[in-house]
């Protein structure tokens, strides 16, 4: 990772200059053995908290505690489902999981099919990009300046994912979803944030803390368990 972000910095690195992905993933993801605690705290819904369990990239559980009940998002081998008590559902993999715990470990072809099914252009990319006291590279725009168009930011020099912007339709027109990460450390081998923030239009919606961090967890495997009936027939 080393001399790739040191490649990227010189243009006499032939042939390594749009080898992007070197900086941001390929850092070996078996045993990882996460076991963490986030606080949701500012805007956003009071008295939320998130426990994290990663045993690898391939089985990863986040459990979502609300005032007025909880749920729970398992991805279990490229499957992702949310868990409430009286149902579940096939979701796309969950942007907290997906942005806090597994880019620096997917390698190269799940990073990219993940990045393009959220819509980003990984062929369009921009370079020393600045952002909140970060250089970056940009993918998704060539320009790397653009706020409407689905984009993510590294930062150039640790590979750390320091923002991702998606836009999604709705009933009023497009939505841009604005998903901000901060206070990076190195762990496993990556950097990995602190603290996740949504913003949109109107600024912060909401604010998730990382309150406390195990390592080497030997996670049991029926944690990782998913459903496998149909889901209840609401559609849902």
């Known amino acids: 990772m080393l001399l790739a972000a040191l490649c990227l910095g010189f243009a006499g690195c032939a042939g390594e200059s749009d080898k992007w992905w070197d900086l941001v993933t390929g850092v070996p993801g078996g045993a990882l053995g996460f076991e963490d605690r986030w606080v949701a705290s500012g805007s956003g819904r009071g008295g939320m908290s998130v426990a994290a ?8 559980r986040l459990d979502f505690s609300l005032p007025g009940g ?5 991805h279990h081998r490229g499957r992702t489902v949310q868990v409430h008590p009286d149902r579940w559902e096939e979701v796309a993999v969950d942007r ?7 880019i620096p470990f997917l390698g190269r072809k799940r990073l990219v099919r993940m990045l393009t099914e959220l819509g980003i252009d990984t062929e369009a990319v921009a370079r020393d990009v600045p952002w909140e006291d970060h250089r970056c590279i940009v993918i998704g725009t060539g320009g790397g300046t653009q706020t409407d168009v689905p984009t993510i930011y590294f930062d150039e020099e640790t590979g ?3 923002r991702l912007v998606t836009v999604t339709p709705s ?6 979803g604005d998903f901000r990460l901060f ?13 996740f923030e949504r913003w949109n239009s109107r600024g912060r919606r909401s604010r998730m803390e990382r309150t406390a961090a195990r390592e080497g967890v030997d996670h049991p495997t029926a944690l990782f368990q998913m459903p496998t009936a149909p889901p209840a027939a609401s559609g849902l």
């Open 70 to 74: 909880g749920y729970a998002v398992v």
């Open 96 to 102: 907290t999981l997906f942005l806090t715990y597994q």
């Open 171 to 176: 009933k009023i027109g497009m939505r841009v």
């Open 53 to 60: 369990h990663v045993q690898s990239v391939d089985l990863a």
């Open 183 to 195: 206070d990076h450390e190195q762990r496993a081998g990556a950097y990995l944030p602190k603290r």
């Open 160 to 162: 750390a994912v320091v």
